[in-house]
Structures are given as structure tokens and as C-alpha cells.
């Protein structure tokens, strides 16, 4: 089958994420094969590296590497994730080892993941058997951020399943990739190296004092003493982590060692770091290669695989991966420091030749199945499958726990209204964005500005600009809009204007719109501190409250009395206003009641949009009318909702506008509304104010999340370079408009926080509700206890 009959033949890019050479480590040179073994495989294949840097300077990269990280800066990996994300990835291959990154065992690169649209394979360089608390918490995360998890031995899947509970089918094997070389005798090469004649024992790898080279010093006069012509190759320079710790402490200390046992003529220290063709040329000379660790905690060792994949007897430890690979005689394990075990193996195996080629050989053959060749094939299926999968059935994500969201950030996101300026003329507030430019073909929403109206009044008391007016002159203009939207003869307010100043007609006139309209009237009539402002604010909220009455829709009557409340939080003596919450709550109570059932804990047949409206409304009516009844029935329909929503209390999912959710049916998963995630909020800080459980506040926190990455895909919804905020999230990705609902919904969440946490500096009808929470709160629970 040729290269492009595979399936993986549709992939266009993938993008592995580790260390790289020049940078001297083991998953650097791993990174650098499979990524050249891509691109040789799959040459149609844009390959490519993201590389993590351990000193501020970097390397000096080869072409492949088009992105670096510095591993202990955290923003540098929302910088590669974006990076990513706009680069026409199809599937991300990270290379992980926990201190490859920056952050307590290795936790930033969580960072990255969460925020990735495409695929993530991770390859598990390490899997550890008694891991801590953090170790244990950053591989589940881990795993819970990949589509799949590929480890290079069948202990690691005893690990991961008995360990970590992750499912064994996420888990895939793939073997370290070896280089194809033929299977040649060992005297062909010991010419270059001046040994010709003499028996070859090698060990090779960045030393370091966990590998035990001691122990096979101390072998080596027993085996000398049998083989005066043996010598004993050590290759590798000092591990730089070693080297910036210690020096070349141990590497001398072997020498002095070998020294004082009169075996130094019987050993050669090749300290450089060795580009692969001259290293496949070191194992080609070597008679028997030795690995004598000190510790089985080691789940794969690429030394390993390249000394067997060349066809070498070889003599090691009994560390994880050894187990498995000398299995069936082809190779021999040995105790942990036991230095007469390893000086009798390696001389067995120069007493019988007929065994040490035949171990050889088995090596050999059973090594034909790790060919980078044959590997990178492996990982392209596996790119295809997962690529495949998330196309066909996207996968929701756990979320991250609570302490790994902002890794130690709780501060709340900037408040910034660049955008929202942006999508504003001297009309209004523009309905549209194409991407991130105002889209003048679709006019002005009534509702849109009625939200800006709001946003404003909010950010008031937590933005400060220069041009000290600039809030105000955008107040005055979506006010000045909702007063030209009323419609005189109707008494309703008009829905869109086009770009050319005319109305649509008078169809447009929804119940929805006019009831988010008196929505925003009431909270500035509440809010506002400009008595001309306020004034014309109550006046339209007047003219058009009555026409609440007749509307047939919970959502219509849901915003209308939020509106109502927020008007009688300055004007608590109006009656009428009064009367028509009351009116208006009772018909929502007996939505509740009417249709509410053991698995169905909602007003109407279906959920749909801005759902947690209707308990919201019904909860403030309970609250300000002391009716325990409303307060019970809301708070349990709010519960359900966010269960509905989040299906735990983990991550936040809200309903899709791609079919909501009927009664009896399933849930939209996807065109997830940063709308729904708004009134979620709110609600859910409302049920905080009346109960004041932790859970609605952490609930309201969660809704927060989903912006800013912790929902479905990983991605945020929000952008910190414009302000805005992206329309939905898709079963693929982001819708990339930033329309005036969207971006007001991320502000209104922003800012509701901000309300929560801060007492604003200035007030109006606000200060005095606050003022007034504990004295409501204590008015309830009487009249609770006396229901």
C-alpha cells in the first residue's frame, strides 16, 4: 500500500509538542526521530515542533521548530496554544515527561492542552508506579486533555488502568522507534574506534549517577580477569541537569574508581553527545551492551531499543522496560547492584558465542516491528482515528479542577470594552460582527443596546477612563436608542433597526425583546445616578410596562419581572408596578406547578433559550414577596437546570441552540451560547444572595470558566486581544464572529462577578439594597419558618 493509499493520507499538519535537539536530553532526541520519521512517512505531511526551553535563551533550532516555550513562564504556553489554534493544525502529538515543564510536577502544560480546538495524542515517557498527590492529579488531567494515551510498554497499561482508573481504551501501545540498520558483525566497525581485536561492552546515554555505571566498574576486573582483552566504552556527556549541579564529579569519580581496581586500561570515557549516525557506528562495534540501572522505576529507555533494534546481546537490570524487552532469551536481567550477577552474565556471554549471537539475533527480530518506519506509520492511524473521532463525535472534556483553572491567578479577568466601543456608532450598538469588524448589512438590535445599556451601568463603578464622559456619552446613546425603539402607537418597542435608520415592521415587535427591554430600564432607573437619565429611563419603563400583562410567554414574563424588581429597588411605593409582579409571579408559579414532574423540574416542554431566566424571576418574586413557595420551587428547578446543564457539578455545558432540549428527548451539546452562560451566572448568584450556599456561588464561578476554556472543546470563548467574545461554541471550534450578544453576555458574566466581590464606589438604589441583604435575608427565613 502506498503512502498515499492509507487513510492517514488526508492529514495536512501535525504539530508535536517537547523538548528538541540540539537540547541534550532523551525525549529531545525521541522528538527530533518521530518527527523526522513523519515527515519521511507522510511527506506530504506539514510536521512541525513546538519546543519547551529549559534556559531563557533557547537553541539554536533546526527548521522543523516554529514555536518555543519557555517552561517556567505560564503565559508563554496561552501564547503556543493560540499559536496552534490559528495554525491549521489536524491533530497535536505532545511528548510528556513531568519535568519536561514548568509548574508543581509539571502542571503548566495543562494550560496549553485545555485551550487546544484539535486532537491531543500524548506519548507517556514516564509512568510512575507510586505517584504523589500532584503527580497522580496531573496524569489524570492529563488524560482527561488527550484523546488518546500511547506508552511504550504493556506495564504501563497495568499502571494506568489499575493506578489512575483511566480506560484502557484510550490507552495505545506503541513501541520506541529504532533506526533500520542491517545486522552486521561487530568487528566492521572497531577499526574506527582503535579497538580491532579486542571484546566491545558498551553503555551509552547522558550520565548521570542513576545509571549505575559504578556497578559495572566494579564487575570489570572479575571480567578481565577472564577476557585481558575487554574494554569497557562509556558514551555520553554528562546529563546537564548533573552538570549544573555537580560538574563531572561522577564521571571522575568512575575514573578514580577504575583507577584504584587497575582496570583504567580496560575503560574508555567518550564524553560528547553523539549525533546518530556516529552512535549507530559505537553500537555496531559493541560486543554486549550493558544498562545497569539502579531502580526498576523505569517504564522505557530509548538506549534500549536502539541497542537491541542493532542487534546486541545484551546484559541490564531488572527495571521495568528491560523486563519486557529481554523477555524470551533475548537478553540477560540481572539483580540491582549486584556486581558478581553482572560480571558472570557479560562473561557468559563471551564464553559462549554461539549464545551471544543467538541472542543477538532474536533481539534483532523481534525489533523489526519498532522501525521508525513502522512507528510513525503507528502514529499516523492513530492521528487519523483521533482526528476522525472528534469530527464524528466530538468528545466533551472533564474540566480542570478548581486549583489547576488559574493555577494560582484568582484574580478576576481585566474588564475591557475595547470591543464593545468598536461595535458602537452614533446610532447604537451594531447587532453583528463579521469576525471582529461591525457588520453594517445587519443593523441594530433593540436588545443588543438594551444589554449595552446594563454593561455600562455596571462598569461604571469598576472602569475609570481618561476621557472621564466616554461611559456616559455611550449610556446616553442606548438609552436615547430604546426611547426612538418604542413605538407610540403599539406601546411596544420595535426589535431591529437596519443600518439606514428604518425599522422592520411591526412583526419584529417580540415579547422577548420588549421584556429585556424593560429589563434594562428597571436596572437603570436602580442604577443610574443622572437624575435626567433616570427620569427618562422610569418614564419609558411606564409606557411600556403595562403591555407585560398580555404576554402568553414565561421567558416574556421571566425578564419582565427582573426588570420589575430592579424599578422597585428605587421605587418600592409604585404600586402598580407592584401589582403587575405579582400577577406575573403567580402565572409563573403555576407554570412550575402545572407542569412540573419527578424527572422534569421545569415551566414548558423544552428548554430553551436563556432557560435560567424563568427560575431567576420566580426566585427574586419569592424573595421580595416573602413567598417561600416561589423560593423552594425556584431554587429546585435552578438546581435541575445546572444539572442539565453541567451534568455535575464539574464543568459547565449549557443546552445548544442546535435542537435545546425536549421533554422526553436529548440535549443539544453543541452551539453552546455564551448567553445561557450570562443568565446561568446570575441566576446561580441570585440563589447564592437568598441561601447563601457555597455551591451557587462556586456554580456561578463555573459559568465564568466556561469563557475563559473550561467547557467542551478547551477553547475560550473570549478574546483578551479584542474584548470581545466569540458567538458559540461548535462541535468544531468557536464561531470566530464576536457579535454585540456574545460579547455583552462575557461582560454582563465579568461584571456580575465583579458586583459580587466588590462594593462598587459608587451607587444609587444598589448601595442601599446591599445595605439591606442581611435584614431581607432574615425577613425570609421568618416568613420561611412561619410557612
Known amino acids: 500500500m502506498t503512502s498515499s493509499d492509507r487513510p492517514w493520507a488526508s492529514l495536512q499538519a501535525a504539530a508535536l509538542i517537547g523538548s528538541y535537539v540540539p537540547r541534550r536530553c532523551g525525549i529531545g532526541t525521541f522528538s527530533s526521530d518521530l518527527a523526522e520519521a513523519l515527515a519521511a512517512t507522510a511527506p506530504h505531511l506539514n510536521t512541525w515542533t513546538v519546543a519547551m526551553n529549559d534556559r531563557p535563551e533557547g537553541y539554536r533550532y533546526p527548521p522543523r521548530v516554529w514555536f518555543e516555550i519557555n517552561q517556567n513562564r505560564l503565559g508563554e504556553y496561552r501564547l503556543a496554544a493560540d499559536y496552534l489554534n490559528m495554525s491549521n493544525i489536524n491533530v497535536v502529538s505532545l511528548q510528556h515527561e513531568y ?50 494515551l500511547v506508552v511504550m510498554a504493556d506495564r504501563a497499561y497495568e499502571f494506568l488502568t489499575d493506578i489512575y482508573k483511566i480506560p484502557r481504551e484510550k490507552i495505545q501501545l506503541i513501541h520506541h522507534g529504532i533506526p533500520d540498520v542491517p545486522f552486521v558483525d561487530p568487528n566492521y566497525f572497531k577499526d574506527q574506534f582503535g579497538v580491532e581485536g579486542r571484546k566491545v561492552v558498551l553503555t551509552f546515554g547522558l550520565l548521570s ?4 555505571i559504578e556497578n559495572m566498574v566494579e564487575a570489570l576486573p572479575h571480567i578481565v580477569k577472564q577476557h585481558p582483552d575487554l574494554v569497557y566504552i562509556v558514551l555520553g556527556a554528562t546529563h546537564p541537569g548533573v552538570m549544573a549541579n555537580s560538574g563531572e564529579d561522577y564521571r571522575l569519580g568512575l575514573k578514580q574508581r577504575a583507577r584504584e581496581l587497575g582496570v583504567q586500561d580496560h575503560i574508555e570515557f567518550v564524553n560528547k553527545f553523539v549525533e546518530l549516525d556516529e552512535l ?19 517504564i522505557t529507555s530509548g538506549t534500549l531499543a536502539y541497542a537491541l533494534g542493532t542487534g546486541k546481546a545484551t546484559v541490564s537490570t531488572p527495571y521495568w522496560y528491560a523486563q519486557e524487552m529481554l523477555a524470551d532469551d533475548r537478553g540477560i536481567l540481572v539483580p540491582f547492584k549486584d556486581t558478581q550477577a553482572l560480571a558472570e552474565a557479560v562473561t557468559r556471554l563471551f564464553d559462549n558465542e554461539t549464545e551471544r549471537h543467538a541472542m543477538r539475533k532474536r533481539a534483532y527480530q523481534y525489533t523489526r516491528q519498532m522501525r521508525w518506519s513502522e512507528v510513525a506509520g503507528q502514529y499516523l492511524d492513530l492521528f487519523t482515528q483521533v482526528r476522525d473521532e472528534q469530527r464524528k463525535h466530538p468528545r466533551p472534556a472533564s474540566a480542570l479542577p478548581r486549583k489547576l483553572r488559574n493555577d494560582g491567578q484568582n484574580e478576576l479577568s481585566e474588564i475591557k470594552l475595547d470591543h464593545l466601543f468598536t461595535l ?12 471582529t469588524v461591525p457588520d453594517r448589512h445587519a443593523g441594530y438590535a433593540t436588545d443588543d443596546n438594551a444589554r449595552a445599556l446594563v454593561t455600562l451601568l455596571l462598569a461604571q463603578d469598576h472602569v475609570r477612563y481618561t ?17 426612538h425603539a418604542l413605538d407610540s402607537r403599539t406601546g411596544r418597542f420595535r426589535a431591529v433597526m437596519r443600518f439606514d435608520r428604518t425599522w422592520h415592521g411591526d412583526d419584529e415587535q417580540s415579547e422577548d425583546v420588549h421584556a429585556r427591554t424593560i429589563w434594562a430600564l428597571g436596572e437603570t432607573v436602580a442604577r443610574c445616578e443622572a437624575r435626567g437619565h433616570m427620569t427618562l429611563a422610569a418614564n419609558l419603563f411606564q409606557r411600556g410596562l403595562d403591555a407585560c400583562d398580555t404576554f402568553k410567554h414565561p421567558l416574556a414574563w421571566a425578564d419582565g419581572l427582573i426588570g420589575i424588581h430592579a424599578y422597585l429597588r428605587r421605587f418600592s411605593g409604585d404600586t402598580h408596578a407592584r401589582r403587575l409582579r405579582e400577577r406575573l409571579a403567580e402565572r409563573m408559579l403555576d407554570c412550575f406547578k402545572t407542569n412540573v414532574g419527578d424527572d422534569w423540574v421545569w415551566p414548558t416542554n423544552s428548554v430553551t433559550y436563556t432557560a435560567a431566566r424563568l427560575p431567576h424571576a420566580l426566585l427574586l418574586s419569592g424573595r421580595w414577596m416573602f413567598n417561600d413557595e416561589m423560593i423552594q420551587t425556584a431554587l429546585r428547578s435552578l438546581d435541575w437546570l445546572w444539572h442539565v446543564h453541567a451534568e455535575s457539578d464539574d464543568q459547565f455545558a449549557p443546552v445548544g441552540t442546535e435542537g435545546y432540549f425536549p421533554r422526553g428527548g436529548s440535549k443539544a451539546r453543541f452551539a453552546q451560547q ?6 446561568t451566572l446570575d441566576a446561580c448568584l441570585e440563589a447564592f444572595r437568598v441561601t447563601d450556599e457555597q455551591h451557587w456561588l462556586d456554580r456561578a464561578n463555573r459559568c465564568l470558566s466556561w469563557f475563559l476554556g473550561d467547557n467542551d472543546l478547551r477553547v475560550p470563548l473570549y478574546d483578551h486581544t479584542t474584548g470581545g467574545c466569540h458567538d458559540a461554541l461548535l462541535a468544531h471550534g468557536v464561531h470566530e464572529n464576536q457579535s454585540a450578544q456574545a460579547t455583552l453576555a462575557w461582560l454582563l458574566s465579568l461584571l456580575s462577578q465583579y458586583e459580587q466581590i466588590f462594593e462598587p464606589e459608587s451607587g444609587g438604589a444598589d448601595r442601599k439594597l446591599r445595605s439591606e441583604k442581611t435584614e431581607s435575608k432574615s425577613t425570609a427565613d421568618a416568613s420561611k419558618s412561619t410557612a
Open 467 to 483: 476621557a472621564g464622559t466616554s461611559l456616559d456619552k455611550l449610556i446616553v446613546r442606548c438609552l436615547s436608542f430604546l426611547d
Open 99 to 148: 519535568g519536561l515543564f514548568g509548574g508543581s510536577a509539571g502542571r503548566y502544560i495543562l494550560e496549553l492542552l485545555r485551550r487546544l480546538r484539535m486532537p491531543v495524542v500524548t506519548t507517556l515517557h514516564t509512568v510512575l508506579k507510586d505517584p504523589d498527590d500532584n503527580q497522580r492529579e496531573v496524569l489524570n488531567q492529563l488524560a482527561d486533555a488527550s484523546n488518546r
Open 674 to 679: 455564551p448567553i445561557e452562560a450570562y443568565v
Open 424 to 435: 458602537t456608532d452614533d446610532v447604537g450598538v451594531f447587532r453583528q460582527a463579521k469576525f
Open 209 to 212: 549517577p542513576n545509571k549505575g
Open 280 to 298: 549507530l557506528e559505537f553500537l555496531g562495534a559493541a560486543d554486549v551492551y550493558v544498562t545497569p540501572y539502579l531502580n526498576e522505576a523505569q
